[in-house]
């Protein structure tokens, strides 16, 4: 069974779009398929299906309502199997490391050729083990300015998690990541490759390991939603800058461009494969099907174990950086150096940090003004 998570760093991007008529149209070939809802925060893949909203999934699984075989639901579609997800339950964008175990071992042993995991957005831990279940993840983009940034972010994010996942407790190496913890701005700028190096100088052994896991990690890149031909050049920009600042070969599947046929098949409840499957979006996500047909399916070593993953504080390098409006300046710098962005790209990041620091600071005067006059207030009672 070849497994492929599917993860965005920015929401908004289509990753559930690809995720079901993916499904769908590896389903009309006769493979056996199951798709999964794991963006636990807002599930809603039943949606782009057309599957009626369940009582049963991976949300009662966890809270011990439903045994896990009851939630591989038949869809409409040949061939094609979906796990519901559950948001209203309240906690499933966090789980225990107990419950991503138990959820990662139900996985490996369902009966199928393709097991697609719809992740959430973001580089939450249990994304980054999710994503790590195969090496062949995909990672959908688009390309504004935002959604190429965080694109580039969630791959670095994942290379994090690797090396945590491969340095055993206690070891030079991962002693030495220990420290890095306190300067997270540095730990920011600091290329993977360069990094290494020092590993190796510091613990060969584990260093040696790691390499070898990187040598066999080989995520996939979707760009979504272009309206130019030049918009298409986004993604090898992020495959480079991978490749000379993350040491990652990522595979480039193919572009997706923005059809409104998407808007009118999804208010149909009809998934745009099966809604009209000439349409342009529909054949770009076949030729991207067809791609991954003819792929190998790849596996890390049998070492590699995600439900044996560390269970640390320690704060992936730029974790949430995307949302975090008191880092964004931590990493210009780097994709100013990486190439990711360019420099009328980096201009409008730079100008949009400007207007939120002006937006901030005219609702922190407002605030302390209001302080100011409710303690004068208070001060005459």
């Not at 050049?233 to 997706?256: F, M, P, W």
């Not at 999804?266 to 009209?276: E, G, T």
């Not at 099907?289 to 320690?314: G, P, R, V, W």
């Amino acid at each position: 069974m070849q497994i492929i998570p599917i993860a965005s760093g920015k929401g908004g991007v289509g990753k559930s779009l690809l995720s079901a008529n993916l499904a769908i149209a590896l389903g009309q070939t006769g493979k056996k398929v199951i798709i999964a809802d794991l963006d636990l925060g807002s599930s809603n893949l039943h949606l782009v299906i057309g599957q009626k909203a369940s009582k049963t999934g991976i949300g009662t699984f966890l809270t011990g309502q439903t045994s896990f075989e009851e939630l591989v639901q038949p869809t409409d579609y040949e061939n094609v199997r979906f796990i519901a997800g559950d948001s209203e339950i309240p906690g499933l964008t966090s789980l225990k490391v107990s419950q991503k175990n138990d959820l990662v071992r139900h996985f490996t042993k369902l009966d199928a050729d393709y097991l697609i995991l719809d992740l959430g957005a973001g580089t939450h831990l249990t994304i980054l083990d999710m994503f790590l279940l195969s090496p062949q993840g995909i990672v959908v983009t688009a390309p504004t300015v935002t959604a190429t940034l965080n694109g580039y972010l969630f791959l670095k994010n994942v290379v994090f998690r690797m090396m945590y996942n491969t340095f055993r407790k206690g070891s030079a190496a991962y002693k030495y990541l220990e420290t890095l913890k306190t300067d997270s701005a540095s730990l920011q700028r600091l290329y993977i490759p360069k990094l290494i190096e020092t590993l190796e100088q510091k613990d060969p052994e584990s260093t040696a390991l790691l390499k070898k896991r990187m040598h066999e990690f080989h995520p996939r890149l979707v760009m979504n939603m272009i309206d130019d031909p030049k918009d298409a050049e986004k993604a090898n920009k992020i495959r480079h800058s991978c490749q000379q600042y993350l040491g990652l070969d990522i595979e480039h599947l193919g572009v997706i461009y923005r059809d409104t046929m998407q808007d009118k098949a999804l208010s149909s409840r009809l998934p745009v494969v099966v809604y009209k499957p000439q349409a342009i979006i529909s054949q770009a996500i076949y030729r991207i099907a067809e791609k991954i047909m003819q792929s190998e399916t790849l596996t890390f070593d049998d070492a590699y174990d995600i439900t044996k993953a560390s269970d640390t504080s320690f704060e992936i390098a730029t974790e949430e950086a995307a949302d975090d409006f008191g880092q964004k300046m931590a990493y210009v710098e780097e994709l100013a150096g990486s190439g990711v962005l360019s420099a009328g790209e980096l201009a409008e990041v730079l100008k949009q940090q400007q207007y939120e620091m002006t937006q901030l600071r005219a609702e922190n005067n407002l605030l302390k003004k209001k302080l100011v006059e409710a303690a004068a207030q208070g001060f005459k009672v």
